[in-house]
């Protein structure tokens, strides 16, 4: 039986199984029709020997077809071809001596192998060729994936199929690779999503899997081990050959080529992987692992962040049997519901909450394994609910007693559609949901083809293979009895509650003694346990009933005709339907670009309308801008929440210079959204419960935006982040000032600044998809009438910031005082942009292109100065269209001096990037041109890759819609003399060249002694 797909799936699977046990899929993403593009020696795979680098090179790369002489006209395009190997096995296999030993094996295996021992080998490879690696640990599984142009395929796989058949794992690797352990680690530690992930987990039995600490750190994986005579080299060799086994493995590759050719190309490589014939790991005997005594309390969880969260998480039995009822997926969209009739919206109402979630994600394998499916509710509260956290838990119960007074109902009368109270029952939102999911996957589109071989990988461990993508998708066997048992196990008495303050975070600063507040060893965590009083609990568990609750109402929005326009009507490019004749009253006040596009067999359109004003321009009127935003997108999911579950979506977002409106999905219901966002953005305001905003609502949306920029600043990557565009955007606001301009804001300030903006806006939408030219002038006509505005606004042009010609430095602390990371930035605008000539952007990411690899090679590896390296080349479209570079390091301030950093970030770019450039071989300028010519030609994945790239044309002030194709032109008349004379007088050039070095450091290891 073949794969069960979508719709418009065109992709071919083959299973199939080696000799050695390994579990394959084999993915073709030919078309119907087309032939494989012919290449001569790149797929041929080295048989002997390690070789020589050069000659290796030239032997793959020879090609009949010669991507710098095609022309664009005669170019096919081309896709991506990607590689995941999963392994069964994960942090939950550590031994307890040496905690974190999967993760750290994960490094350590693509440090080379056998056959191509040379560090960074593979990386080097794969990166020249305009592709991605990488890998990740979770609970059960390792994985490990990439992605290249498909003309280097052959020879990528055969390295990357070594490092199952035989890793070096060199022992020289060890440390440097522990440190690239221990920093992300520091990264995790900083961050309050797995801080919370962990305290959990802290909670379960004794030696119980679900316990362990997972990411490994310097004192698990060297210090304690060390302690006792445990030799940890040893054990992550041993860790090896146990479990990186064939059978235990599952492969799955995409390219486009036949299946036959994969079939062999796979044999011919994989075959060689092991067979030791290991036991699979087996943790069913750890079911139920949390211990009575973690439950009716309330743990007090310091956060890092502005962190206001009340949780529920409760342990049910492993739901990866019941896949196919998918009881995680269709409870938590019920008991996540935010229209009318749902929790949320009764806490927002009751101004206790601004946010809710529930369920749990099925593909994160921590929370969703053999021992236990975690189900949760997350609310995210506002002012007033974080002094009323008991109050907004009796409301959750109060709504789960609702919830399993239906559920026993529907037991009982399983075919009723109406409860005695009038309402709906949950047994006919069975039918609904499952419509639902159908039809959204049967137009889902095929996935990119590095994340169709990570979900197919990940999924044959678990599922058969010709279901991979429908488990936990779809309801292919809906089970009444499985959702009731689900909901009667959500109760007060077996939940484990947490609450996460900022207040704690003092509290437990002040509590020197620890009497109160403990601390969690592998994180740090600062945290409080308090019995929930017998009365409390009383109340939980027979709560006030709340008449407000209902389970959701029948869904307007659910897609009925899903019929296309005709293909041969297909825009090429988007036209602005405002310039044809009759339009001219319309002109003045914008642009209406319009794509009708059918080519990719989806009814799917997505709309975009940016309101824009030169108004916006003060902090204090930004942030009205951003509590605007925030204001109505609160109040229209509890309006339309219900077109989100019907596979519509949509997103009101300040941006720099007004307000942007989007949605998207099933075109045929997507002008009913439309029409109600508009309706809601032009409604009265009023200081009433009625409208928009009122004096409670006002204050919880302050709140909650001073938490958010708090949170930002918090990070200092984000911070980092945060500075740099205020440095290079002159619509940026120190986040100082626009912190004071919001704590100022009142509501008359709000009352008094939307009519005036609206009073003076310039639209610019793009409608593309399954829309024709009729619909899309709906579209706009119909915002213009809302909005009704006096006159049209008049853009202008944003400043260039200029620099002096130096090395300017710019130091901050971190916000967050006792965070030991760092973040630094070597920015460097580029001279001469922006230009008409596209020559300077393609030269300038064809440069960064060329010393990404080097980059990470000498700064991660090497040097090991921090997890999260990299080099990237930006453009910004949308303002100033001025381009550069950007080098960044985050690193620990408990490892490195920002100083030392600073100072290795200046040697790779004034010392090793000039020999880089100038010594660089023909040849390998080839490669990089090559592979940049064939990144221009790459097909588009999805209708949503093609429609964000033409809008992002359209939001620029100059739209260039064949930027690709130019920049193809310009690479295939490109010489290794144009590239060095670029890079001489640029970047290397620092009698014009300005840098910008931006750095955020740890306050916790501050000196005043410190000199940039």
Not at 59 to 68: L, M, Q, T, W
Not at 96 to 114: N, R
Not at 726 to 745: G, N, Q, R, S
Not at 964 to 970: E, N
């Amino acid at each position: 039986m073949g794969v069960i797909k979508s719709d418009v799936d065109f992709k071919n699977y083959r299973f199939t199984q080696l000799k050695n046990g390994l579990r394959v899929m084999l993915i073709s993403s030919l078309k119907p029709g087309e032939e494989p593009e012919l290449i001569s020696d790149d797929s041929a795979v080295e048989s002997e020997g390690e070789g020589d680098e050069e000659s290796e090179d030239g032997e793959f790369e020879k090609s009949d077809v010669n991507c710098g002489s095609c022309t664009h006209e005669e170019s096919p395009k081309l896709r991506k071809a990607a590689a995941a190997l999963c392994v069964n096995v994960g942090s939950f296999s550590d031994p307890l001596e040496a905690q974190g030993l999967a993760h750290f094996l994960e490094h350590m295996v693509f440090m080379g192998s056998e056959k191509y021992p040379r560090e960074n080998d593979f990386d080097d490879y794969v990166c020249q060729r305009d592709g991605f690696t990488n890998a990740f640990t979770d609970g059960e599984f390792t994985i490990f994936y990439f992605d290249i142009q498909r003309r280097h395929f052959g020879p990528a796989l055969d390295k990357f199929a070594n490092f199952f058949v035989s890793p070096l794992l060199s022992e020289d690797c060890v440390n440097r690779e522990l440190e690239a352990v221990h920093s992300e680690y520091e990264l995790a530690k900083a961050n309050d999503h797995w801080r919370l992930e962990h305290f959990v987990s802290s909670l379960a039995k004794d030696g119980t899997p679900y316990r362990k600490f997972g990411f490994g750190n310097r004192i698990s994986l060297k210090d304690n081990p060390t302690s006792i005579g445990t030799n940890v080299y040893e054990m992550l060799r041993q860790f090896q050959l146990r479990y990186y086994t064939s059978q235990l493995m599952t492969l799955a590759i995409e390219s486009k080529d036949t299946l036959d050719y994969l079939e062999n190309l796979v044999i011919d490589i994989f075959s060689h992987i092991p067979n030791r014939f290991a036991e699979k790991p087996n943790f069913k005997q750890f079911s139920d692992p949390f211990p009575a005594s973690a439950f009716n309390k309330l743990y007090k969880v310091c956060p890092i962040k502005e962190m206001v969260t009340l949780n529920f998480i409760w342990s049910l039995p492993s739901m990866l049997p019941f896949y196919k009822a998918a009881p995680l997926k269709f409870l938590g969209a019920v008991v996540g519901y935010e229209g009318k009739g749902s929790l949320l919206a009764f806490l927002r109402e009751q101004n206790l909450a601004v946010e809710l979630c529930a369920g749990t994600v099925t593909t994160d394998n921590t929370r969703h394994n053999q021992m236990t499916s975690l189900f949760s509710i997350s609310v995210e509260l506002s002012e007033l609910g974080r002094e009323l956290p008991f109050t907004v838990a009796s409301h959750v119960f109060s709504y789960l007693q609702m919830l399993r007074a239906a559920a026993d109902f529907s037991l009982e009368n399983p075919d009723a559609s109406t409860s005695p109270s009038g309402g709906r029952t949950l047994s006919s939102l069975v039918p609904e949901y499952q419509k639902l999911c159908a039809a959204k996957f049967r137009f889902q589109e095929p996935l990119d083809p590095c994340d169709t071989v990570q979900v197919v990988a990940m999924s044959m461990q678990t599922f058969p293979s010709d279901e991979v993508y429908v488990a936990d998708s779809l309801l292919l066997e809906p089970d009444l009895k499985l959702y009731v048992d689900i909901i009667r196990r959500l109760t007060p008495e077996t939940a484990i509650v947490t609450l996460t303050l900022p207040e704690f975070t003092s509290q437990a600063a002040a509590d020197t003694t620890s009497s109160t507040y403990l601390t969690e060893p592998w994180f740090d965590i600062r945290y409080a346990v308090e019995d929930i009083p017998p009365d409390q609990m009383q109340i939980w568990k027979n709560p006030p009933l709340v008449p407000e609750f209902h389970l959701p109402e029948v869904n307007r929005f659910i897609p009925t005709n899903f019929d296309l326009l005709p293909r041969e009507e297909d825009d090429e490019v988007p036209v602005d339907l405002n310039l044809e004749p009759g339009r001219e009253n319309a002109r003045a006040f914008g642009q209406l670009w319009h794509q009708q596009r059918t080519k990719f067999n989806v009814p799917i359109a997505h709309v975009t309308v940016r309101l824009c004003s030169n108004i916006p321009k003060s902090a204090k009127q930004k942030a009205i801008l951003h509590l605007w935003a925030c204001a109505l997108d609160q109040r229209l999911q509890t309006l339309v929440y219900s077109a989100s579950e019907a596979g519509l979506l949509f997103s009101v977002s300040a941006v720099s210079n007004g307000l942007e409106i989007q949605v998207s999905g099933f075109n045929e219901k997507l002008f009913l959204l439309y029409q109600e966002i508009f309706d809601l953005l032009c409604a009265p305001l009023t200081n009433s419960d009625a409208g928009l905003l009122n004096d409670r609502k006002f204050s919880t949306y302050k709140d909650r935006l001073r938490q958010k920029t708090c949170n930002k600043i918090l990070n200092p990557y984000k911070f980092n982040c945060h500075i740099r565009k205020y440095l290079t955007d002159a619509t940026e606001h120190l986040v100082v000032d626009y912190m004071k301009a919001l704590e100022a804001l009142s509501l008359d300030d709000f009352v008094q600044f939307v009519p005036q903006m609206l009073s003076q806006i310039y639209l610019k939408a793009f409608v593309y998809g399954n829309l024709s030219k009729t619909e899309a002038l709906s579209f706009f006509d119909y915002a213009l009438s809302s909005l009704k505005p006096p006159k049209a606004a008049v853009l202008t042009s944003l400043p260039i910031p200029e620099f002096p010609v130096c090395v300017n430095r710019l130091r901050v602390m971190n916000f967050n005082k006792v965070d030991v990371n760092t973040c630094l930035s070597l920015v460097t605008p580029l001279q001469g942009t922006p230009s008409d000539d596209l020559k300077l952007e393609v030269m300038n990411e064809l440069f960064v292109s060329c010393l990404k690899e080097p980059a990470f090679a000498y700064l991660r590896t090497s040097e090991t100065l921090g997890y999260s390296v990299g080099l990237y080349s930006w453009l910004l479209l949308s303002t100033t269209r001025q381009c550069g570079a950007t080098l960044t390091v985050c690193s620990q301030a408990n490892k490195f001096d920002s100083s030392l950093v600073a100072g290795r970030m200046y040697a790779f770019w004034y010392r090793i990037i000039p020999q880089i450039i100038f010594r660089l071989k023909p040849e390998a300028f080839q490669t990089a041109v090559d592979s940049m010519i064939a990144s221009n030609r790459l097909e588009d994945a999805t209708m949503e890759v093609e429609m964000r790239r033409n809008r992002a044309e359209i939001l620029s002030s100059v739209p260039i819609f064949d930027r690709r194709q130019r920049a193809i032109s310009i690479l295939q008349n490109l010489t290794l003399k144009d590239f060095q004379d670029f890079y001489r007088s640029t970047y290397f050039n620092n009698d014009r060249q300005p840098v910008l070095m931006l750095q955020v450091r740890s306050s916790k290891f501050f000196s005043n002694q410190y000199i940039l």
